[in-house]
Every structure is written in structure tokens, then in C-alpha cells.
């Protein structure tokens, strides 16, 4: 019911579309995070509506139809009354489909149903040539709210893009657009406002709310030096943040694009229904035409005027809305609901994707483990003394920002005073670095070995960084880490929702893999594994599998990305202000959580489910229809059931998929 004073939209056949109420579901941003694609039917927009001269003319012209269901029908004034009341209450969907016939848009709902109508006054059946006009406009008006209500839900939760930075300079503070702010710039965030940039807290302490990048409703205690992302919400204390990115390279501003982008990743059934709707329209209008004038022609006794009816009931329920608006709000609504969990999709494609697996395959090391791990011993040989293996440890692992190398400085406390010439990192193997004019190995078994080392392999199911200096074993260090809380139960959860195979693939040393696997109930484990080892092996599997099930591969998203790339679905973990994660990532989980990879699978699986439940509802019913329209038994009121009524019903099940928790 477009009682708004904006332009009506209009799309046609060739690009799967029939109507106003058919475009696309896609949430359109601008600066401020508003949604202009739809202005929306909140309070201030009801009362508009109310007053608008369409709201009225509408409301005359149902007064003045059931003056004229009471009137006798000997009235001469009766007609007259049909008439004025059917372009009262349909004259704009007459003005529009005249105007969009001009411009080529055949299939236009406003034409078929202008068309019906207009029909349907031809052969005398006044009241039904009224009543179904009316009551499309209605169910029009319903239809729009609820698309216009999910897409605001939607929309809301990509409602943090900030409006302005409280840039701190030497003439004072200036407020400005969050693009306009330089890299190591200051800035001031006050309570209750967004905070712009990604950046480091340099003054003060807070407690942050960062539902809308995380979906964590617990907030979050920050202070000096801790790193803030931007899109979170500071919620008790001043602070002054040291930018660390520019505005379009912030956490905020890759967030909005992922999801602006989303919608134009088609899942396999959406493109089935643009090009359904594509020949279904055209072939339903063609089938009408001859069902009007054929069968007089060949049948004895045949009457234009009943064939003629039969084919205004093809016409009404010839527009495929249901599929057209349904199919894309429940992947769209499936985007959002994950969005509101902090999972992140990518598209359509992906959510849909997840609805095949049936292999999970993790990497172990701040995935399923905390990936926080701690220095458990320290052995010295040679003479040395377990401060000095630490501090060479240290130094050797300096400039590396592995989780082991972040363990080893955590444990040394003291300064690095020394003087390191030069740093390799040795993927899979450890470190070579040259401290003092000495060249220093840190790192594991493997990379002993193929120094060819001398050593003994320790019987340990903790991590083990050997230290050798001038190719002489010095010493080593254990260095343990635990599983997750939330890792055993979420194992759990993939084998409830019938994941067949779950594998491990780490870089890890096979004592340790076990270990953690046993705890979780993981049976197949491959470790000791190089970068492109890890890709070989998941090759290895999805060629081994018998069916035609996807394979999900879930890592960190820092050193995974040739393995998260490989996979048929890529999911990073813990992706939020990580720029790996979210490029090489189909599915971006923004919290820590390893639970989340299961919720994924049921919102894709709820997605599904919705939407085959709508292809199924609308083309039986109108199959249906279209059948008793052809036989006679289905009047112009069934019709306009088939189109809006259930278009209406596919909408309101579509948006079930974001209520999931």
C-alpha cells in the first residue's frame, strides 16, 4: 500500500522481479549507518501515512464500496458507485501501470492486476473487480511492514558506524569526520560515545560495549595500553586513544563492507529463483491469453465471458513475489541473525554452503586451545644457567608474534639489552637469529633435526623450544597451553548436529595433539605439520570422502590463511581487528568462542529449512489456484490468496531466521 509521497519502484520480469514489493533485500548504508533503501514504518512514519491524500482516498473509496455492496441492485447510482470507489482505491496501481508500460515493464504487477481488474468490470463482476483491489493494496501494506521491519532489524545491527572523532591537536579539539584523522593521531572518547579509529588507549580506563562487533553482551574492562577497536561503545570513563589505522582500514569500516557486500553473493537457490521468475511470469501470461480466447473457439457451447474470468484468476496469481522478496530476506535475515551472534558471512553462498558439510576440520593453537601459553620449565646444558637459556630465548624471539614467541617474552620480565644482527623466521621450524655475533636456533625437534643436531626427544606432551647456540644444544623450554572452555562442548554440539568426520591439523608435536584431542573427543589428529603441509593434508581428505559433503576448515586466520583459502569453507576464529582473518575468510567468527562454528551451522541449516519451506508453500498454492482457476472452481478471491496473501505468509516465515539464538 504505498501511501508514502516517494516514487513507487518498479522491476519486471527480465530481472526476476514482478513488482514494487519486489526489491532486493540488501541493507543500503550511508555515512551515519541509515538505511535509505526503505524509510520505514516506525511512529512518526505511521502518522504521515495516516494523513497522506493516498491514506484517504483510499479509506473514501472502501466507504463508497460498502455503500455499494448494500445498495439494491436495481439502483442505477450502484455502477457509478463501483466505479468511483474502484479508482479510488486502485487508481495509483492503474497510474503505475500505465506509466511503467511505457517504459517497458510488461510483466509489472500494477499491469496484472490492473489488468484483472479492469476484466473484471468488462464482463459485469463490479464487486470482485473492487474487492480484489482492496484487498491487494491491504495485503500490500502488511507485506511491506514486515519486509520493512526485518530489513531494520537487520540494518540496526550494522547501526556503529561512528559519526565524528574528537581529534585532540595543539590548538585544542576539534570535532571531525573519523576519515579525516591521520594515522598516530589523539583523540578523545567520551562516555556514551562510539569510538572511532582502532587504535591504543594512552590515557585513562573504561569499560567498552562491544556487542555490535562481537555479539558478547558483557562489557569489556579496558586501560592504559590496551587496544580498542573502533564501533565499540564507551560506556563509563574518558579516554584518549592513539590511532593505529585509518579510518577505511578500521575494524568498523571492514565490518560495514563485508556486510554491504554480503547480499551480492548469491546463494545456488536465489539465482534459481531470478531465472524461475524470469519464464514463469511471461508463461503464466501467455497460458492466460490463450486460456481466455482458445477454448471458445474449440469447445462446443463455450462462453467468452466464463473463460474469461478463468484467465483474470491466472493473471492475479500469476506474480511470483512470494519466491522473489521471500528467498533473499531469509539469506539476508540468515546474514543478520548471524551477524547478531558475531558471526560474520560473507554471502548467501556461504550460509548456504554450510548446509552440505559434513567434514570440520581445526587447527589446534588458539583455536580449540587458548592459545595463552605459559613457560613450565627451563633446562640448561652446557654450563649455562637457566636465566641465560630464557634470556637467548627471548632475544631469538623478539621480533615474532607467534603465540610460543609471545609466552617466552611474557616469561622474561628483564629488559633485552643485547644486539641482534639479523632474524629469520622458519616457518614450522622456529627462529635463527644472530645475537652478540653469535648465531642463535630456537625453535623444535624438526629444526634439530635437519641442522643435524645431536639431541635427545623429550617424552613430553608440552611444547619443546630447544636453544642452540654455535650449533651446540644449550637447553630447552616447556611451554604448555589448555583447551578452550567452550572447545569440548562445541565438539560436542557438531556431532549432535550429525558432522561426520572432525580432524585436527596442527604444527604442534604429536604428543601435545594428542593430548588436547583425547580431552576433546577427536579422534582423527595429524600434527607436526609445515604451513603447506596443512594444506596437503586437507586436500588429502576432501579427495578420500565419499560423498559430496563441503569441508569447513576453522583456524586463527593469522598463519592458516593458504589452508582457510583451500577449504570449501573457510572460518576464522577470533577475527575482530584481525585483517587476515577477514580476507581470507568465508565466515568470520568475531568473538573467541569455538561454540560459535556449531551456531553457524544451525542458523544455516534454519536458513535452509525456511527457505524451502517457502518455495514449497508458494508454488503449491498457486499451482493450486492456478489449476481451480483454469478448471473454474477458483474465483478472483482465492487469486488474490495465491499472490498476496501467501507472498505475505513467505515474508512472515522468512523473517523467523532472525530470531535465533
Known amino acids: 500500500m504505498h501511501f508514502s509521497e516517494k516514487a513507487p519502484q518498479t522491476c519486471d520480469a527480465t530481472t526476476g522481479s514482478c513488482c514494487s514489493r519486489c526489491a532486493p533485500i540488501e541493507p543500503q548504508l550511508h555515512d551515519h549507518g541509515h538505511d535509505h533503501h526503505h524509510e520505514g514504518f516506525d511512529d512518526s512514519s505511521l502518522m504521515e501515512m495516516f494523513k497522506s491524500w493516498q491514506f484517504i482516498t483510499f479509506c473514501i473509496g472502501t466507504v463508497l464500496f460498502i455503500s455499494a455492496v448494500l445498495m439494491d441492485e436495481r439502483n442505477p447510482l450502484m455502477f457509478w458507485t463501483y466505479l468511483i470507489s474502484f479508482f479510488l482505491v486502485g487508481g ?26 479492469v476484466g473484471a468490470f468488462s464482463i459485469g463482476q463490479y464487486p470482485e473487480g473492487v474487492a480484489v483491489m482492496l484487498f491487494f493494496r491491504v495485503g500490500e501494506f502488511f507485506q511491506d511492514l514486515a519486509v520493512d521491519r526485518s530489513r531494520k532489524s537487520i540494518t540496526k545491527l550494522m547501526d556503529i558506524r561512528p559519526d565524528f572523532a574528537n581529534l585532540q591537536s595543539d590548538t585544542g579539539e576539534q570535532k571531525v569526520n573519523p576519515s579525516d584523522v591521520a594515522l598516530g593521531s589523539r583523540i578523545i572518547v567520551r562516555p556514551g560515545e562510539k569510538i572511532p579509529l582502532d587504535g591504543i588507549i594512552l590515557e585513562g580506563r573504561s569499560t567498552l560495549d562491544t556487542s555490535a562487533l562481537t555479539g558478547e553482551s558483557l562489557p569489556k574492562e579496558v586501560a592504559l595500553g590496551n587496544e580498542v577497536l573502533s564501533g565499540s561503545i564507551n560506556k563509563t570513563g574518558v579516554i584518549v586513544v592513539e590511532t593505529t589505522k585509518l579510518f577505511s582500514e578500521s575494524t568498523v ?87 547478531k551472534n558475531g558471526i560474520l558471512v560473507k554471502g548467501g553462498n556461504f550460509l548456504e554452503a554450510l548446509n552440505g558439510v559434513d567434514t570440520v576440520v581445526f587447527d589446534k593453537t588458539g583455536t580449540l586451545t587458548k592459545g595463552i601459553f605459559s613457560v613450565t620449565s627451563i633446562t640448561a646444558l652446557k654450563g649455562l644457567q637457566e636465566a641465560e637459556i630464557l634470556h637467548l630465548a627471548a632475544l631469538s624471539e623478539m621480533h615474532s608474534n607467534h603465540p610460543i614467541a609471545l609466552s617466552i617474552k611474557r616469561a622474561y620480565t628483564e629488559p633485552l639489552e643485547a644486539v641482534v644482527s639479523s632474524y629469520e623466521e622458519l616457518a614450522g621450524y622456529g627462529v635463527k637469529a644472530s645475537i652478540d655475533g653469535k648465531i642463535v636456533l630456537a625453535g623444535n625437534d624438526k629444526l634439530l633435526k635437519e641442522q643435524g643436531i645431536a639431541h635427545e626427544t623429550l617424552d613430553t606432551p608440552d611444547t619443546v623450544v630447544y636453544i642452540v647456540v654455535e650449533g651446540v644444544l644449550s637447553g630447552y623450554l616447556t611451554i604448555a597451553d589448555e583447551p578452550k572452555t567452550d572447545s569440548k562442548q562445541a ?66 586466520g593469522i598463519n592458516d590463511a593458504p589452508v582457510l583459502a583451500r577449504s570449501d569453507i573457510g572460518i576464522a576464529m577470533g577475527g575482530v581487528g584481525s585483517d587476515a582473518a577477514i580476507e581470507a575468510a568465508d565466515i568470520v567468527i568475531m568473538t573467541d568462542e569455538i561454540s560459535k562454528v556449531a551456531t553457524a551451522l544451525k542458523i544455516a541449516h534454519k536458513t535452509h529449512a525456511i527457505v524451502w519451506q517457502n518455495i514449497i508453500f508458494a508454488l503449491g498454492v498457486k499451482g493450486v489456484i492456478l489449476i481451480m482457476g483454469a478448471m473454474g472452481i477458483a474465483t478472483m478471491w482465492e487469486a488474490v490468496f495465491g499472490d498476496v496473501g501467501v507472498a505475505l505468509i513467505a515474508v512472515l516465515n522468512a523473517t523467523r531466521v532472525l530470531t535465533h539464538k
Open 253 to 339: 569500516s571492514k565490518i560495514l563492507d563485508l556486510v554491504q557486500n554480503a547480499s551480492s553473493k548469491k546463494a545456488k537457490t536465489e539465482q534459481f529463483i531470478t531465472t524461475f521468475a524470469k519464464y514463469y511470469t511471461p508463461l503464466v501470461v501467455i497460458s492466460a491469453a490463450l486460456l481466455a480466447f482458445v477454448p471458445p473457439l474449440l469447445i462446443q457451447d463455450a462462453l467468452l465471458s466464463d473463460w474469461f474470468r478463468r484467465s483474470l484468476v491466472f493473471l492475479v496469481v500469476s506474480c511470483p513475489c512470494a519466491l522473489v522478496v521471500s528467498i533473499p530476506l531469509s539469506f539476508f535475515g540468515g546474514i543478520g541473525g548471524a551477524s
Open 92 to 117: 495509483e496501481i492503474l497510474y503505475m501501470a500505465v506509466t511503467n508500460l511505457f517504459k517497458g515493464h510488461l510483466f509489472d504487477e500494477n499491469f496484472l492486476m490492473g489488468l484483472a481488474t
Open 491 to 556: 565438539i560436542l554440539a557438531l556431532k549432535a548436529l550429525g558432522i561426520k568426520d572432525i580432524v585436527m591439523l596442527t604444527g604442534d608435536n604429536k604428543a601435545a595433539a594428542d593430548k588436547v584431542a583425547k580431552e576433546l573427543g577427536i579422534t582423527h589428529v595429524e600434527a607436526e605439520l609445515l604451513p603447506h603441509q596443512k594444506v596437503d593434508k586437507l586436500e588429502e581428505l576432501m579427495v578420500r570422502k565419499s560423498g559430496k559433503g563441503k569441508t569447513v576448515f576453522v583456524g586463527d
